[in-house]
């Protein structure tokens, strides 16, 4: 086998299992395998995909950012706050939460770089002082009633005669082209993977560590954020508990999607198509009825376990 | 004595102090303990009486950091064990059967972690991680989502007993922590844990069993977690699969972390994260007593833990002495 080959297998694996899974899925249920349904699915799957993007970036470093769902709980409630309860407009108010998150990721960054902590324990307390903070605004939902906001979460790009894209798909579009670009065809995207795979060789080549995990932390708390935003367009409201497990799934989608936990080997192609088998998978078992929702969690936490043995034996291999 | 001060246990102790004072200012009678009906009552049996969860969930953390894992799926597991045990008594099956098969839902999750980690090589987070998100799925899978009530005095007691006027459930968790303080510092097995944890290669040229080392750890941390859903269960006498042991393994590893275990293994204090988990039982109970709903009261958790790491950072105690040194000379 060719190295190219080999180093794409795992992203080339989630596609068989994609293909897979939604051949089957099409088998069984009628009318399955449509644009329709795959709107759908971008469309419920939107925060979890843009935050799986953010974590696919700082994973690359070697990292972890457990603080992603709170994060999204924080940014949607202080959205939603500052433009209901304090009359701000739309825009500036979530030009404020995705600053005030993005500045959060990066002092998370700058504790696990600077201080040499595990960025595991560290971006737990983040877990929990964010949302901590989302429930310190308001303990309970508000509603969203803003007319610029309510148009935007009903607009669509159409795509055919009956229905459209919806703005949270778009964004998540945009943001996995842009976390496409940035993690692959730029210098930062580079570094990031060199970080990952060896500290010590990328530190001696003159990289610059510090400025970029602090940067992929502070990229992640974006994403967050954002994804955050999108939730308040997909619900119509801003609630402190929204993203409660989110992190989990984003870790899940990404390594279905083949990169390496330990960093420095992966893809954001792979984290996309990791995020469409969460997606298809979880649209299956609604289509079908009859399983309950729970099968959903057991289906995913058997596909990353699957995946993870897959890696740890492509990983054996590549090192002996 | 010199001793004493110079140990990481010192930190949450004086933490413990410290919220203590506090409290008395808002509440002269916190210490207040009454006997009432032959049962000892009052904020600190309060505080012993909920923290045993979090003092079991981290005696077993404390073994698996030891080695340098983790555990991330103590709460799940705890949401097994719980569902396990609420199905088999309210299918009629005897209190002893449904203990045991609890117990034994605690030891076979534990068994999986230890053989994804310890056999496989996957590392413990991902490893435990897949543990955490099936694990509640099947507990809600056992119980057909619904909350179980559960009607069996003798199991209640578990939760919410007296043995000698003391909280059931706290003289529980402190004979575990006797008992596993004995097994491991008083017989080699603590050395060997540590040498596990420290350099796995070197204890392996040593001729320790490395994998069945770590296995068990992660035996024991399930079945810790296993016993934590009983009381859990039994202190709410319901098996609530969406709530239980939610979070709580974020507390186990609070509670460790900040009794001076290094995540990074090689060394263990039992009674650090003894102190540590009452340290953490104790700032949520002052939260409850100032009018924190517990919702909020994360934020002075997450503080405390990042005060924490940042004081036993290497370049924090650099700062501190180059601090000092400059005033001496």
Redesign the interface.
């Known amino acids: 086998m060719n190295a190219t080959l080999q180093r794409k297998l795992p992203q080339l694996a989630t596609a068989a299992v994609l293909v897979a899974i939604a051949l089957g899925a099409s088998r069984m249920y009628e009318g399955f395998l449509s644009l329709r349904v795959l709107t759908n699915i971008l469309t419920d799957n939107a925060a979890l995909g843009i935050a799986s993007i953010g974590m696919t970036l700082v994973i690359f470093s070697g990292g972890i950012d457990l603080s992603v769902g709170a994060v999204a709980g924080f940014s949607s409630i202080l959205t939603v706050t500052l433009i209901e309860q304090h009359g701000m407009h739309p825009l500036l108010a979530a030009l404020v939460s995705l600053g005030i998150c993005t500045a959060w990721g990066l002092v998370t960054g700058y504790i696990v770089h600077a201080f040499n902590q595990p960025a595991f324990l560290i971006t737990l307390a983040g877990m929990f002082l964010m949302r901590g903070c989302a429930y310190w605004i308001t303990t309970e939902a508000v509603g969203l009633n803003n007319p610029m906001m309510t148009s935007l979460a009903g607009w669509e790009l159409p795509l055919g005669s009956t229905f459209g894209l919806p703005f949270s798909a778009a964004t998540l579009l945009v943001v996995m082209i842009f976390g496409l670009i940035l993690g692959h065809y730029t210098r930062f995207g580079r570094n990031l993977i060199a970080i990952g795979g060896s500290e010590q060789s990328a530190l001696l080549m003159g990289l610059p560590i510090g400025a970029t995990r602090i940067a992929s932390y502070g990229l992640s708390g974006f994403c967050a954020a954002l994804a955050g935003l999108v939730l308040v367009l997909y619900t119509g409201s801003g609630n402190p508990s929204f993203g409660l497990g989110l992190e989990l799934d984003a870790i899940a989608v990404v390594v279905i999607g083949g990169t390496l936990l330990i960093g420095g080997r992966g893809h954001i192609v792979g984290t996309i198509l990791g995020l469409l088998v969460f997606g298809t998978i979880q649209s299956a078992i609604i289509f079908d009825g009859r399983l309950s929702s729970q099968w959903s969690r057991i289906v995913v936490g058997a596909l990353l376990l699957a995946f993870v043995l897959l890696q740890r034996i492509l990983v054996k291999r590549l090192k002996g | 004595m010199k001793k004493f001060w110079g140990s990481p246990v010192v930190w949450p102790i004086a933490g413990l102090v410290v919220l203590t004072i506090i409290n008395l200012g808002f509440n002269s009678a916190f210490l207040k303990i009454t006997v009432l009906d032959g049962h000892l009552f009052g904020v600190p049996i309060d505080i012993l009486n909920q923290g045993a969860r979090t003092l079991v969930l981290a005696l077993g953390m404390t073994v698996v950091i030891a080695t340098g894992g983790?555990d991330l799926s103590v709460g799940s597991v705890m949401a097994v064990s719980g569902a396990t045990a609420a199905m088999l008594l309210s299918h009629g099956y005897g209190l002893s059967t449904a203990i045991v098969a609890a117990l034994g839902s605690g030891i076979v999750a534990g068994l999986i972690n230890g053989i994804?980690v310890a056999r496989?090589?996957?590392?413990p987070?991902?490893?435990t991680?897949?543990?955490?998100?099936?694990g509640?799925?099947?507990a809600?899978?056992m119980t057909g989502?619904d909350v179980v009530i559960i009607k069996n005095p003798s199991f209640e007691y578990i939760g919410n007993g007296f043995l000698l006027a003391l909280p059931f459930a706290a003289v529980l968790a402190v004979i575990l922590y006797v008992a596993t303080h004995f097994g491991l510092r008083r017989t080699a097995s603590g050395l060997f844990l540590e040498a596990v944890g420290d350099n796995p290669v070197a204890s392996r040229f040593a001729g320790l069993p490395v994998a069945r080392i770590t296995c068990l750890a992660y035996v024991a941390s399930g079945l810790c977690a296993a016993i934590a859903g009983i009381m859990a269960t039994a202190n709410i006498r319901a098996a609530d699969s969406y709530r239980v042991g939610e979070n709580t393994e974020?507390d186990a590893?609070f509670a460790v972390?900040v009794g001076g275990t290094a995540?990074?293994g090689g060394r263990f204090l039992l009674a650090g994260s003894f102190a540590g988990a009452l340290l953490l039982q104790t700032l949520t109970q002052t939260m409850y007593y100032i009018g924190v709903?517990p919702?909020?009261?994360?934020?002075p958790?997450?503080?405390l833990?990042?005060a924490v790491?940042?004081i036993q950072?290497?370049?924090?105690r650099a700062w501190f002495s180059s601090l000092f040194k400059r005033r001496t000379a």
């Open positions: 983790i994804l496989a090589g996957i590392q987070i991902v490893a991680l897949v543990l955490m998100v099936v509640r799925g099947l809600q899978l989502g974020l590893i972390v995540l990074t709903p919702a909020k009261a994360t934020v958790k997450a503080v833990i990042l790491c940042l950072s290497t370049r924090t």
